[in-house]
């Protein structure tokens, strides 16, 4: 993975948005397909470090995650 890259991540408890690059991937189990036919990434993404909105470590499955090179990616 990339460095210097900054995921978006969620709050669940303040619905607000923040990114971070300190995070880990936990139970990476690589690209599966789900029900709809997308492929996804099969891991937990763990944040390192505290939510800046409410202190606490979340744990996110990677389809939650705002990847923002996503979008980057297309280009213009
Ligand atoms: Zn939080």
């Known amino acids: 993975m ?18 971070s690059r300190a995070f880990s991937i936990l139970e990476n ?3 599966v397909v789900d029900e709809g036919g997308s492929k ?4 937990k993404v763990a944040l390192d470090e505290p939510c800046p909105f409410c202190g606490r470590k979340h744990v996110y499955h990677a389809s939650e995650l705002l990847c923002p ?4 990616m297309t280009g213009k």
């Open 2 to 19: 990339a460095k210097n890259v900054n995921f978006l991540f969620v709050c669940p408890d303040a619905g607000k948005v923040f990114e």
């Open 69 to 72: 090179y996503r979008e980057s």
């Open 29 to 31: 189990r690589g690209v």
């Open 40 to 43: 996804i990434l099969d891991a």
